[in-house]
């Protein structure tokens, strides 16, 4: 079955670090991929996202490659500020599935010191 | 555009007592709709998904029942609460054929069972 697996947190980063969260996952099909971000209180919102292998996501300053070839889509992001706090999905879904279902990571949360 | 809705936002309920969340979506026609549980600090846990008026599936055996009386109304029940049951709710809907199958959540009901 399809699995993501992230790096445990907590992350904690001063203001203008460079980010990584880690990403793998295990998949029978060609997923999508994605990452979601939920702030404190929220619902999860989609941060970006990559359809097939080699797609570059980005929005906000994040960034995620789609490859194939290590079953790996890490979050990055060069300068995180405070507003960056918050828990971070990884997620795929397989274009096969009748259901439109994702498989979500355990999330990571990032704090950002000032 | 898209926007969805749930309510309530926060729900304190005493063990034993009846339950009604409801999750409502504008914007779109037949989209597939789910429910998901967040306890404190975990992941997400996907309960039920609908593709269709009426089609619930169940992912998990509990005290909970999902039911879909409109194309985009979805409620989430219990008869009897249970202070596992506590936790961060949100649903989600997506396009039932879109080939990227992101799904997007609305702001969640946080519930204590007391």
């Known amino acids: 079955g399809n699995s993501v697996t992230q790096m445990e947190g907590p992350v904690t980063l001063s203001e203008e670090a460079f980010l990584t969260i880690n990403c793998t996952y295990t998949?029978?099909?060609?997923?999508?991929l994605f990452w979601y971000v939920q702030y404190p209180g929220e619902g999860l919102q989609l941060l970006l996202k990559?359809?097939?292998?080699?797609d570059k996501g980005s929005n906000k300053g994040f960034e995620a490659t789609y490859r194939k070839e290590t079953t790996s889509f890490h979050l990055e992001k060069g300068s995180v500020q405070v507003s960056d706090s918050a828990v971070y999905f990884c997620a795929l879904s397989d274009y096969n599935n009748a259901g439109n279902m994702l498989t979500f990571g355990g999330g990571t949360r990032l704090m950002v010191k000032p | 555009s898209q926007t969805i809705h749930q309510w309530p936002a926060t729900l304190v309920q005493p063990v034993g007592s009846p339950l009604s969340l409801e999750c409502t979506v504008e914007g779109t026609s037949n989209p597939n709709l789910y429910w998901y549980r967040q306890a404190a600090g975990r992941g997400l846990q996907l309960l039920f998904y609908?593709?269709?008026?009426?089609?619930i599936s169940s992912e998990v055996p509990q005290n909970l029942s999902a039911s879909r009386p409109q194309d985009r109304q979805f409620i989430l029940s219990s008869k009897k609460l249970l202070l596992s049951d506590s936790g961060f709710y949100l649903c989600?809907?997506?396009?039932?054929?879109?080939?990227?199958?992101?799904?997007?959540f609305g702001p969640g009901t946080r519930l204590t069972v007391l």
């Open positions: 989600a809907w997506s396009l039932g054929h879109n080939s990227y199958n992101e799904q997007f």
């Open positions: 990559a359809t097939k292998a080699d």
């Open positions: 998949a029978t099909g060609y997923p999508s």
């Open positions: 609908s593709v269709g008026i009426g089609q």
